[in-house]
């Protein structure tokens, strides 16, 4: 299953497990417990293994109603500049339910301190994506989450260029092409011209 890690933001990233394949088609990812886990695993959220068996057993439709609810509230947040209330609700219930302890480490002299979440596996999970949408409420510009400008893109992203005109999902993917696209229709446009004036 292939995954995109695009969005500059986990969250961000979650939203786009809905993806447009051929003709159009709209696919949901991920589509059981093993798609679940992998994409934990991709996101660097849980380590291999991590998740399996029961606990895994329904959490693909579970994982798509929360990710249908923060994409609602995320898309709202970016259209209006305001945060909605059910979205907090919602990113308050997961983020109690993973709760982090600091810890300070020794590493070559030097006293390091990190966070750490302390849940079960799926609540990591839905922690890390919590978290990351509460960071994004609490210190994004809600006019830099954006959809690729390609209409059959479903792809979001957080803007963290510097001019903050970024377009496109990916230049691999819909930039590249959109470019090829202009390219190619300047240089027929300069053909037809070229041939009209003889």
Known sequence: MRFFFLGERLAVDLLNTVVVVQHGRVQYLPQGPRDVAAWAEAAGV??????????????????????????????????????????????????????????????????????????????????AVARSAAELLAGGDPRRLRKCANPSCRLMFYDVSKAGRRRWCSMRTCGGQAKARAFYRRRRDGARRGTGSR
């Open 46 to 127: 849980l380590p291999h293994g991590a998740l399996r068996g029961r606990a895994a057993g329904r959490e693909a439709e579970r994982l798509r109603g929360f990710r249908e609810t923060l994409r609602r509230g995320l898309v709202g947040w970016a259209v209006g500049g305001t945060h909605p209330r059910g979205l907090i609700a919602l990113l308050n219930r997961h983020l109690g339910r993973d709760p982090e302890v600091s810890e300070v480490t020794a590493s070559r002299g030097k006293v390091v301190t990190r966070r750490r979440p302390t849940g079960a596996p799926l609540e990591r999970l839905y922690g």
